[in-house]
């Protein structure tokens, strides 16, 4: 069965550092994968997606993945945090466009003034 | 005027009662999607239509039935609502073959 690891239910850093959320999944065959992100109120927004081609990929708000297939990793990172980055992040996963997205259980990120 | 709605947005009710959440959407996809979210889970799928006439469980469906009245309209209903079914739910939609799916505002849903 598809799943997703989402490492840390809760990330915190400081404005202006790194940020690095983390996401395995497990598979047999090449998946398709997702960063999807939720501010506080709001419905969840694709942030980026990995489907086929090159690994490394770019999103919206300077945000970027890349996809390890090694390491069955899917990593989100973004070289400077800004206050408005705190937000809840979903990694999914599907394996078909005929099956529907598997969430991770989500990180909160906080941003520290 | 947002692609995917959501009625009602925010809903009281007590046990026992039968309530309906209901989802449109504007973007003419095919496929729509019912989730839950609780805090610590994630979301979890409840049920899954890829058109009018398909219906499919999800991995939490017990407790919970939908009506896919046309393309764009999903219902979900609860029909004798618990406490443990407090949770905010969510409708997607995707369209036929496309992986992503998006996302209306929620309904955050208290049974007492």
């Known amino acids: 069965a598809q799943s997703v690891t989402q490492l840390g239910s809760h990330v915190s850093v400081s404005e202006g550092a790194l940020v690095l959320l983390r996401c395995n999944y497990s598979s047999s065959v090449p998946p398709y994968l997702f960063w999807y992100v939720q501010y506080p109120n709001q419905g969840l927004q694709l942030l980026l997606k990995?489907?086929?081609?090159?690994?490394l990929v770019k999103g919206i708000n300077g945000f970027e993945a890349e996809f390890k297939k090694s390491e069955t990793s899917f990593h989100l990172t973004k070289p400077s945090a800004h206050m408005s980055d705190a937000a809840e992040y979903f990694c999914a996963v599907s394996y078909s466009g005929n099956t529907p997205l598997v969430f991770g259980k989500g990180t909160r990120l906080s941003v520290i003034a | 005027d947002a692609d995917v709605t959501q009625t009602p947005r925010n809903r009281i009710t007590k046990t026992g009662k039968r309530i309906m959440l209901e989802c449109s959407q504007t973007k003419g996809h095919d496929r729509m999607y019912w989730y839950r979210q609780d805090p610590g889970l994630g979301l979890r799928l409840i049920y899954y239509s890829f058109d009018v006439k398909d219906i499919n469980k999800g991995e939490i469906s017990d407790g919970y039935s939908v009506s896919r009245q046309a393309q764009a309209k999903f219902s979900l209903s609860l029909e004798s609502a618990i406490p443990n079914q407090t949770a905010l739910y969510f409708c997607a939609t995707a369209a036929g073959g496309a992986y992503e799916q998006y996302f209306g505002p929620g309904t955050r849903l208290t049974v007492t």
């Open positions: 990995y489907t086929t081609g090159a690994t």
